[in-house]
């Protein structure tokens, strides 16, 4: 060790330099700066504005299970570029640099815990991880967290954030649309219930498949849900649509989901719902 290095490990009052990465958060509707602290603390829900921020997994599970606490299932084990994808860069090293980002391992991670005393299994997707594209590691973390709630007997709650299939697996990545349905029959073959929270944004091939098969369909304010992009609808019907038509607000406008529930109501919604659909699964 150096010297430099010797005063400088000596020295009490080096705290850590405070800089706007770390003091403020710029909410991504309004374009307010807000302390990160007080954003956070608000559940990432912007407090001028009430924007929805996206949020991962883990600040997710956090919130929704009794005491923050929870056990990871472990991520399943798929073969990784079974195509050998190459465009600009190979997928190999867009999978590296997402895992570098994220930490996770893929964009579906699934954890059971207690809602309210009552035991759950839930699923998040990380938009975060290339988009929450959901190639074969998704569809299989789907069928894990499906099948731990049948082994627990008790109700499986996903959170969808998606931009759709994953390119880079081509056909193999739709393949897990019909996969993940199945997994869903399974689910009400056991007679347990299947819920599903649509959060920003939800599009793809994920809502074409289990984003839309809950017993009860929630989404967060302001939430992004459709197949296909807006222009691209457009274009192929040659009409014009309302401003909005994709947003949670319509949607439950027009029957397609049951409940827009802000966040900060979305766990006692949750625990209710749970009560109710499966009210002999509790815990002891």
């Not at 009400?188 to 944004?201: F, Q």
Request: contains cysteine; proline residues 6%.
């Amino acid at each position: 060790m150096s010297w430099l290095s010797r005063v400088k490990k000596g020295i009490p009052f080096l705290p850590k330099r405070q800089t706007t990465d770390n003091l403020w958060h710029k909410c991504g509707k309004c374009r307010t700066m807000v302390f990160l602290k007080e954003w956070e603390d608000n559940l990432r829900v912007c407090p001028r504005c009430d924007h929805h921020d996206r949020i991962g997994p883990r600040p997710r599970f956090e919130q929704l299970f009794d005491r923050a606490k929870y056990e990871l299932l472990p991520a399943p084990e798929v073969r990784e570029d079974p195509l050998r994808f190459k465009a600009k860069e190979r997928y190999t090293e867009k999978l590296k640099e997402a895992r570098v980002k994220t930490g996770e391992r893929d964009a579906l991670l699934n954890a059971r815990g207690t809602l309210d005393g009552n035991n759950i299994v839930a699923g998040v997707q990380d938009f975060a991880f290339m988009g929450g594209s959901m190639g074969i590691a998704v569809g299989a973390a789907f069928l894990v967290g499906v099948r731990a709630a049948i082994a627990d007997q008790c109700p499986y709650i996903i959170f969808t954030a998606s931009g759709g299939a994953r390119m880079q697996e081509a056909a193999l990545s739709l393949m897990q649309l019909p996969r993940t349905i199945v997994a869903v029959s399974e689910l009400r073959e056991a007679g347990l219930p299947y819920i599903v929270v649509l959060t920003d944004p939800t599009t793809g091939g994920v809502t074409a498949s289990y984003a839309m098969l809950g017993d009860v369909q929630i989404a967060e304010p302001g939430a992004l849900i459709g197949f296909a992009g807006q222009r691209v609808i457009e274009q192929t019907i040659r009409e014009k649509l309302p401003e909005g038509f994709q947003r949670a607000e319509y949607l439950l406008e027009h029957g397609i989901i049951d409940m827009v529930v802000p966040r900060h109501q979305l766990r006692e919604r949750l625990s209710q719902l749970v009560g109710y659909l499966a009210p002999e699964k509790q815990a002891a």
